[in-house]
């Protein structure tokens, strides 16, 4: 979840994996900005894009400077073409239970924490891409991801703001 899986990871959420598996579809991520404000939760977080074929993996260094209460939020605002596709707002430890996107961002983790609470320490997210065989079928389009991470009722500490396109190719051919 921090991040892209977080990312994504809503953006899809509670899709199931029978609805899925579309061979064509491809996730493509072109950008991914990080902006966060002094909180007693993280140090500096950072994330990269590697430009490879057929799509582009994220990579994610999170230091967690005090481990993650149990009542930490997840928000996630996802567009499609400049609509708005999705909303969210869960605990931080209900959003890893995902088994569409969160599964794989959290197999990416280098170490990453993929239980309740996330602990203190430098944590990371290495070569992560979107496992387009648990996704649902989705029009192609400009997609806009915004996660952010907050207590309850509190103000986020942390944004990533990601952008990517939505394609389908023919295996093979693209």
Known sequence: MLVSGILLLVAFYG???????DPTLRVNLL???????????????????????PVNKLGLVAPISKT?????MLSADISLDGTSVMAIDTSL??????????????????PFPANCPFIKGNHRIVDYVVDTDRLPTVPDGKLECNVTLHMPDKDPF?????????SHEVPGMG
Request: proline share 3%.
């Open 15 to 21: 899709s199931t994996p029978g609805e899925a598996g």
């Open 31 to 53: 950008t991914v900005d990080v902006v966060q404000s002094k909180s007693e939760f993280i140090d500096t977080w950072a994330a990269t894009l590697t430009k490879t074929k």
């Open 68 to 72: 993650f209460p149990e009542d930490m």
């Open 93 to 110: 430890c209900e959003s890893i239970k995902d088994e569409v996107i969160a599964k794989g961002f959290l197999a990416a983790g280098n």
């Open 158 to 166: 942390i944004s990533i703001i990601i952008t990517g396109i939505i």
